[in-house]
């Protein structure tokens, strides 16, 4: 089975801009979290949709969205850009029924490398 | 909130000795799960070994193995004979809405 995969792998934008960024779930899984990761503030998350549906949700401002497809693909996007918004931005794609994340392995993706300037 | 911890930003260790790396974590909960995830430099994160708190008996995964403390809320990994390829971040992982830990950097010398 071909793993989670994350595209773009490397990004630039500027503060001020917006961005999506994509993620393809390994066949099958229906449930789709996502992550960001910074040195200082390690790996903190963000949402996770499972059948379109936002599921469960961080402790992000609402710049941070995303959304579901019925293929299961994921989408993040980010509004108005912040120097702070700079990060490795992981998804992960789980098998499971379990309305809590966590219960079941996630399976990761590479990341996106976002760098705002 | 759940919070986890890990008291070690680095460490390193000798091709083929053992270390052990710490993890404690707080929560109201009665079961959960809990994670350890390894991240080489190539940044793809994968699952080490996961433990159910319901269950007494600590995990193992080939060289790695847990020591589950669930009164002390410690979640310790133990790697014996480490290797080069051990070399990566470590996550400890709280289940039920993921909390990661800030990881710790293991370096296998060789």
């Known amino acids: 089975k071909a793993g989670v995969t994350q595209t773009p792998r490397y990004l630039i934008k500027t503060r001020g801009q917006q961005v999506t960024l994509s993620c393809s779930p390994i066949?099958?899984?229906?449930?789709v979290s996502w992550y960001q990761q910074t040195p200082g503030q390690g790996l903190q998350f963000l949402f996770e949709?499972?059948?379109?549906?936002?599921?469960n949700k961080g402790n992000f401002p609402g710049r941070f969205s995303g959304r579901q497809f019925s293929n299961s693909r994921s989408e993040m996007n980010v509004s108005t850009l912040e120097l702070g918004d700079s990060a490795l931005y992981l998804c992960?794609?789980?098998?499971?029924?379990?309305?809590?994340?966590?219960?079941?392995?996630?399976?990761f993706g590479p990341g996106t490398r976002l760098t705002v300037l | 909130a759940q919070t986890v911890t890990q008291s070690q930003p680095e460490m390193s260790v000798q091709e083929a000795e053992t270390v052990t790396l710490s993890c404690t974590y707080d929560?109201?909960?009665?079961?959960?799960?809990l994670f350890w995830y390894k991240q080489p430099p190539s940044r793809q994160m994968i699952l080490v070994i996961r433990?159910?708190?319901?269950?007494?008996q600590n995990a193992t995964e080939n060289r790695f193995s847990v020591n589950f403390q669930k009164a002390a809320k410690s979640f310790s990994l133990k790697i014996s004979d480490s290797q080069l390829g051990d070399t990566a971040m470590y996550f400890c992982?709280?289940?039920?809405?993921?909390?990661f830990g800030t990881g710790t950097s293991l370096t296998v010398i060789p």
């Open positions: 992960a794609s789980s098998f499971t029924a379990s309305g809590r994340v966590g219960y079941n392995e996630q399976f």
């Open positions: 066949s099958g899984h229906r449930s």
């Open positions: 949709y499972f059948s379109e549906t936002q599921r």
């Open positions: 929560t109201s909960e009665s079961n959960y799960y």
């Open positions: 433990q159910e708190a319901y269950k007494q």
């Open positions: 992982a709280y289940g039920g809405q993921f909390y």
